[in-house]
């Protein structure tokens, strides 16, 4: 009996230990299995955060090139801006110079138009002075002083340069006359005469004097308060310098145009603004005429009826 007991003891032990082995195992199992859930679970969560922070670069990189893109187009918005400004600005500068040179042009056509019309109205009444009565206006006459001519002293033989004889005969022949000269007007002030003639570029003042004090029978004509109207206007005193007279006869030529003379009073020297005393006392006192007066002409400038 007690071996049976024995053996069945023993057979207990066994299974005992064996159900022991299998709890174990069990367990080791169980075990196992949560370590790897934990490990898997472990893992899961990494990948998560290694998603979440690519994710975020991925968004912060996306907010940069946005923040980029804004700010190129910002910047390429106001470059546009600036180069149309800048081309309406350039646009109106030229507009503007545009208008301003044709302003211009139209006011230099427009002084050109005056300057013929002042020709035209010179030229025509030049031609209808010398076609009016020769009581007011003296028969033109051409001639080319020089400073170092001999004049003739026969009176008959002059004619031409004598002012009672030129109102008394109103055609005269020119002689000696030159290929090229200024059409000279001078008004006497004092007398209301006027003289046309005509004089080479290169004349003086000395036998140009001379030739008007015969001519208008006034020996108080002088060189320095003689006047002429310069091309501003404005009456202008020669003060006796032959390069003076020789200036404004080139300057007629050059522009053809007829040159304005006067022999200018008191007054007309103070209006023309000279109030030097020592020229307003060379204005003209004109004398008496004398028949018998000697009346000298230049070489250039005889005529004969």
């Given amino acids: 009996m007690s071996f049976v007991m024995d053996r069945a003891t023993e057979a207990a032990a066994n299974d005992l230990a064996e159900v022991r082995k299998l709890i174990e195992g069990m367990n080791a199992l169980v075990n196992s299995q949560q370590a790897q859930q934990q490990a898997q679970q472990q893992q899961a969560q990494q990948q998560q955060a290694q998603q979440q922070q690519?994710?975020?670069?991925?968004?912060?990189?996306?907010?940069?090139q946005q923040q980029a893109q804004q700010q190129a187009q910002q910047q390429a918005q106001q470059a546009q801006q600036q180069a149309q400004q800048q081309a309406q600005q350039q646009a109106q500068q030229a507009q503007q110079a545009q208008q301003a040179q044709a302003q211009q042009a139209q006011q230099q056509q427009q002084q050109q138009q005056q300057q013929q019309q002042q020709q035209q109205k010179q030229q025509q009444s030049t031609q209808s002075n010398?076609?009016?009565?020769?009581?007011?206006?003296?028969?033109?006459?051409?001639?080319?002083?020089?400073p170092n001519t001999q004049p003739e002293t026969n009176a008959e033989n002059s004619p031409g340069f004598n002012a009672n004889h030129a109102q008394q005969n109103s055609t005269t022949t020119t002689t000696s006359a030159p290929t090229s000269g200024i059409i000279i007007e001078v008004n006497h002030l004092s007398l209301t005469r006027t003289l046309y003639f005509q004089l080479s570029p290169d004349a003086t003042i000395e036998p140009l004097v001379a030739w008007l004090k015969l001519s208008f029978q006034d020996n108080s004509i002088s060189g320095?308060?003689?006047?002429y109207k310069g091309f501003d206007g404005l009456w202008k005193c020669l003060l006796n310098r032959d390069d003076s007279l020789k200036r404004v006869l080139k300057q007629s030529l050059k522009n053809n145009t007829m040159l304005q003379m006067r022999v200018p009073r008191e007054q007309d020297l103070?209006?023309?603004?000279?109030?030097?005393?020592?020229?307003?006392?060379?204005?003209?006192?004109?004398?008496?005429?004398?028949?018998?007066?000697?009346?000298?002409?230049?070489e250039a400038g005889d005529s004969t009826n």
């Fill in 130 to 146: 010398v076609s009016s009565s020769p009581r007011s206006v003296e028969t033109s006459q051409t001639w080319s002083p020089q």
């Fill in 224 to 227: 320095m308060v003689l006047q």
């Fill in 54 to 64: 690519q994710l975020q670069k991925q968004q912060k990189q996306q907010q940069a």
């Fill in 270 to 298: 103070l209006s023309s603004g000279y109030t030097d005393k020592r020229l307003l006392a060379l204005t003209t006192r004109p004398s008496t005429p004398n028949s018998n007066a000697c009346i000298t002409t230049p």
